[in-house]
């Protein structure tokens, strides 16, 4: 078993930005326990960043760079919800550590 504390892992995401200048999640890829890249499509997702400033369940604050995202993706033919959120600062996509949802 791993330590009790494991960092957000990295994602790699293709999004598509709308003309308004929003943000829309499309489908993900990270690395499983296997080393193995994993690819889901995002049947559906919520912005959680749209009612102002919004904490994620591992403490990390929405700002006006940090864009958290609600997301509806199906593994083994059951759809599970994840958190995932983008950080514009740092240019970086990441999944919040399943532990800590």
Sequence with gaps: M?????????????????????????????CDEDGMFQTYVIKGYKSLADNGDFTMPNSIVSTSTIFPFECKINTFGQDRNIRIYYNSKDKIWRLVNKNRI
């Design 2 to 30: 791993g330590s009790a504390y494991q960092p957000d892992q990295k994602l790699d995401v293709i999004c598509q930005n709308t003309r308004d200048g929003e943000i829309i999640p499309i489908k993900i890829r990270l």
